[in-house]
């Protein structure tokens, strides 16, 4: 399968990203390792006439602590992430659900923020940034930097919040502080994507649990963590997980189905995250 | 657009559209058809090669983004004089392959996966493998493979349980 031709510019610093952004404007797609972008332009889902290849952007390839959380550089690649071990001792959910995007393969050149900016509500990582309650620093023209909080950045399918102009740099995560933790992934072959998954934080302070592929977004289990506010048992707050989600019908799964795994994913998780 | 890639330690420049994906670049401009194209959406790794060190599937990449960078592919990895690399070695051991088709995608993840991690269990073989698919279903010979050269001696007997298919237990 071969991609309609383009423009390919090579941007060696964010600022040189967000010249080419501003020179060509709609026509122009970033590119980070590519691993979501090149499969949908060799399908022709996606057509940009200009690629702008932000991969070589070393600068914001980094894992950092800042005191309250964790910065991770858009660049960062899954395999970066899940073998990074401050990650592993304040964020294992991260360290531990970047394990399992894709392959090997796949974790080598695909990043976090090319995942998160992606905006596929069946990717991992977007719930499980929404379950850690993380910031995401957009930065546009000039330089300037807006902070994103996960809940507002994820806006329809394939659809984030950033605005035209502005790229995913920064992604913060506050620290998890010992709170229990759980990742579910219901998929019928290793490295394919989630029927429905789940990312769950809970202990004595917070508690937030990410959906994943059980909307056009990703979703929070709003009801479930309403539930738990308000002191019921975790197989009770389970069995509200799927209200308030719509999840769709696909070759793998019923709409019932979804709802089913979410319920009985959520209850596991919070189980595991208990335990 | 001018591109420079060195592969397996030669140099090489070229003109190429952007377009053009690294395992086209491999296959029809340098002729090296070693790396096969399997499934060519970035699922089965028969076109895994190396870049910078770490694997990947080149027909997920373009040639561009490999510009200045260094590419191993299967036919770089036996000395000159023909001696198999180590992991070649033990999957000609260990009859690590049938068709052979998957064969140098295999061999070049576990040669990552082992410089990643250079004493891995079978689990981690397995899931390090995991973005490799053998339609032959030679699994268990390929996990036996790479576990051998990861004690140095391709010939050796690595040591693990299968799993009973019928309860999912260890026997």
Redesign the interface.
């Known amino acids: 399968?071969?991609?309609?031709?383009?423009?390919?510019v090579?941007a060696d610093s964010p600022e040189a990203a967000l010249d080419a952004l501003a020179e060509h404007g709609d026509d122009a797609k970033l590119m980070a390792g590519?691993?979501s972008l090149?499969?949908m332009?060799?399908l022709r889902l996606a057509v940009p006439t200009v690629?702008v290849?932000i991969?070589r952007i070393t600068r914001l390839s980094y894992i950092r602590d800042r005191g309250d959380h964790v910065a991770v550089g858009a660049l960062t690649t899954h395999?970066e992430v899940e073998t990074n071990d401050l990650l592993h001792a304040e964020v294992p959910l991260l360290a531990h659900a970047a394990s399992h995007v894709?392959?090997?393969?796949?974790r080598?050149?695909g990043t976090i923020g090319g995942s998160l900016a992606h905006s596929d509500p069946a990717a991992d990582l977007p719930a499980v940034l929404l379950a850690l309650d993380a910031t995401f620093v957009a930065t546009g023209p000039g330089g300037v930097t807006r902070d994103i909080p996960a809940g507002e950045f994820f806006t329809g399918y394939f659809e984030s919040s950033l605005a035209e102009g502005e790229m995913l740099t920064e992604i913060q995560i506050p620290k998890m502080a010992g709170a229990g933790w759980s990742f579910q992934k219901f998929n019928r072959r290793?490295?394919d994507w989630a029927i429905v998954g789940v990312a769950a934080v809970h202990g004595p302070d917070r508690t937030g649990i990410g959906l994943v592929n059980m909307g056009t977004t990703p979703l929070r289990a709003s009801a479930t963590e309403a539930a738990l506010a308000s002191g019921s048992d975790l197989a009770d707050a389970a069995a509200v997980a799927d209200e308030g989600t719509e999840p769709s019908a696909d070759l793998h799964a019923s709409v019932d189905y979804r709802r089913h795994l979410a319920r009985v994913l959520v209850r596991r998780a919070l189980e595991d995250a208990s335990g | 657009?001018n591109i420079t890639i060195t592969v397996n330690g030669s140099e090489h420049t070229a003109e190429v559209?952007?377009?053009t994906?690294l395992v086209q670049f491999l296959r029809d401009q340098l002729r090296l058809t070693g790396t096969n194209v399997g499934c060519?959406?970035?699922?089965c790794?028969a076109c895994?090669v190396l870049v910078d060190g770490?694997?990947?599937?080149s027909c997920?990449?373009?040639a561009?983004?490999a510009?200045g960078l260094f590419v191993e592919t299967i036919e770089g990895i036996a000395d000159d004089d023909g001696t198999l690399h180590l992991i070649q070695e033990a999957f000609r051991q260990h009859h690590g392959l049938q068709c052979g088709y998957c064969t140098p995608g295999m061999v070049m993840?576990s040669l990552?996966?082992l410089n990643e991690n250079p004493d891995p269990s079978e689990r981690e073989v397995r899931?390090?493998?995991?973005?490799?698919l053998c339609r032959c279903t030679g699994y268990h010979n390929i996990v036996k493979a790479v576990l051998a050269a990861a004690t140095g001696d391709p010939a050796s007997e690595p040591s693990f349980t299968p799993v009973d298919l019928t309860t999912g237990a260890r026997s």
């Open positions: 399968m071969i991609p309609a031709a383009f423009e390919y090579r590519g691993h090149i499969p332009m060799k690629v290849d991969g395999y894709g392959d090997l393969q796949v080598h050149r290793a490295q | 657009m559209e952007p377009r994906l060519d959406t970035s699922s790794g895994t770490a694997s990947v599937k997920t990449m373009f561009t983004q510009d993840a990552s996966l899931t390090g493998l995991e973005g490799n």
